[in-house]
């Protein structure tokens, strides 16, 4: 089975542009989760989505926004990029059952530069 | 609230010798228990995860970690390091709603 894709793997911007990272999860997930990994701030959740809704949210301003498609497919956004944004962004995806036990895999991120 | 310390930073062994990388967990009811492994500029892999059972389980590279309700932790081990595990390790729980709560990581350097 393949695994969690993400596009684009790397990606430099200027402060004030925004941004659409893109994540294929492993075929049958219907979850997927964004993660934010910083050296400062390790790593942080940012939402997670199921059947093209959000189900959870982390503690970011409303300029990380994101959405899934009906293959369970997502995408993520961030508006008016600031260079604290400078990341690596991982998007994880599940079977998405309401268990506790569901496990989450990883994609390899994306690296974004914000200059 | 739910929170995750693994309190080495930065740990150096020599190829060959024996890991222990330590995890300790704040969560109020029955913890879900991961160990991930990032190599340089990757994603994050599965080691190993503990949902109930053996409190003894056995993940992938040959690591294995223990779950200690008494001490609230869930150090990871492996027996013989080989150069290729040098990476940084995760420990992380999964909170009521679903996330995964991670630690602060430990870098593993591995002296030849």
């Known amino acids: 089975k393949a695994g969690v894709t993400q596009t684009p793997r790397y990606l430099i911007k200027t402060r004030g542009q925004q941004v659409t990272l893109s994540c294929s999860p492993i075929?049958?997930?219907?979850?997927v989760s964004w993660y934010q990994q910083t050296p400062g701030q390790g790593l942080q959740f940012l939402f997670e989505y199921f059947s093209e809704t959000q189900r959870n949210k982390g503690n970011f301003p409303g300029r990380f926004s994101g959405r899934q498609f009906s293959n369970s497919r997502s995408e993520m956004n961030v508006s008016t990029l600031e260079l604290g944004d400078s990341a690596l962004y991982l998007c994880?995806?599940?079977?998405?059952?309401?268990?506790?036990?569901?496990?989450?895999?990883f994609g390899p991120g994306t690296r974004l530069t914000v200059l | 609230a739910q929170s995750v310390t693994q309190p080495d930073i930065h740990i150096t062994v020599s190829e060959g010798a024996s890991l222990e990388l330590r995890c300790n967990y704040s969560?109020?009811?029955?913890?879900?228990l991961f160990w991930y492994v990032q190599s340089p500029g990757q994603g994050l892999q599965l080691l190993l995860k503990y949902f109930s059972g053996d409190t003894l389980v056995q993940g992938i590279k040959g690591f294995e970690a223990e779950f200690k309700r008494s001490q609230s932790s869930f150090n990871l081990r492996k027996p013989s390091v080989h150069w290729s595990d040098a990476a940084e390790y995760f420990c992380?729980?999964?909170?009521?709603?679903?996330?995964?709560?991670f630690g602060s990581g430990t870098r593993l350097l591995v002296r030849p």
């Open positions: 969560y109020g009811a029955t913890p879900y």
């Open positions: 994880a995806s599940s079977l998405g059952g309401d268990s506790l036990t569901d496990t989450q895999y």
């Open positions: 075929s049958g997930h219907r979850s």
């Open positions: 992380a729980v999964r909170d009521s709603s679903y996330k995964l709560i």
